[in-house]
Every structure is written in structure tokens, then in C-alpha cells.
């Protein structure tokens, strides 16, 4: 993985309030579903998922949105990278089965169900 740089740092606390999260998705995201997103519901989740052999992750943040009657969870991977990683799509396999198996532990799962 690589190191983190102050652009890193800069994105996160970007990204750290609500508002910057709306306008991100507003402008990047494409769907219909944005028009049931309920913005002023944007709420902050944890974001250090630990796995089974003991291994953290600190760096993402990890939001909750309500979309119609219905919360989904918007996962965002901030890393700056001197050079494209071959293995980016594992990594983000790996982060998405962190955080999954952070709501299976905490009991946050909607109707059983992974998001």
C-alpha cells in the first residue's frame, strides 16, 4: 500500500462533512436513486475495521444515507497513488468484506440482509 500524503489528509477532512459528501455523489453518481436521497440524513459511520486475523484499516470513511425508505451506506476510499495498482479491485473487495463483516458483528444488518 502506499503512503499517506497530505493530499490524503486534505481529501479526508474534505470529505468529512456532510455537505461535500451530497455534492460528491450529486455530481458523480449517476441513478435515479438520487432523487429519493434524503441529504440532510447523511450520518458518519465507523470507519477502522478490524478482520478476523487482527489486521486495521483507518482510512475510509464510510457514510449512511436514507434513499426512499431505506438506509444505504456510501463507502468512500481516499488513497493518492504514484503509480496505478494492479490489485486495486482485491483491495477494494477486501474493504467492502471488512465492512461487511463489521455489520454482521455489530448486529447492523437491515432485515438480515448485507448492503
Not at 463507502?75 to 454482521?104: N, T, V
Not at 455489530?106 to 448492503?115: F, I, M, S, W
Amino acid at each position: 500500500m502506499s503512503s499517506k500524503t497530505p493530499h490524503d489528509t486534505g481529501y479526508r477532512l474534505l470529505f468529512s462533512h456532510p455537505e461535500m459528501v451530497r455534492d460528491l455523489l450529486i455530481g458523480y453518481m449517476p441513478g435515479e436513486w438520487l432523487k429519493e436521497a434524503d441529504f440532510t440524513s447523511l450520518k458518519r459511520a465507523n470507519g477502522s475495521y478490524v478482520s478476523d486475523k487482527e489486521s486495521q484499516r483507518h482510512d475510509d470513511m464510510v457514510w449512511q444515507l436514507k434513499v426512499g425508505q431505506q438506509w444505504v451506506w456510501v463507502y468512500l476510499l481516499l488513497e493518492f497513488q504514484s503509480e496505478p495498482d494492479k490489485w486495486m479491485a482485491l483491495r477494494m473487495m477486501i474493504y467492502m468484506g471488512l465492512l461487511c463483516q463489521h455489520l454482521i458483528n455489530q448486529g447492523e444488518l437491515q432485515d438480515g440482509l448485507l448492503p
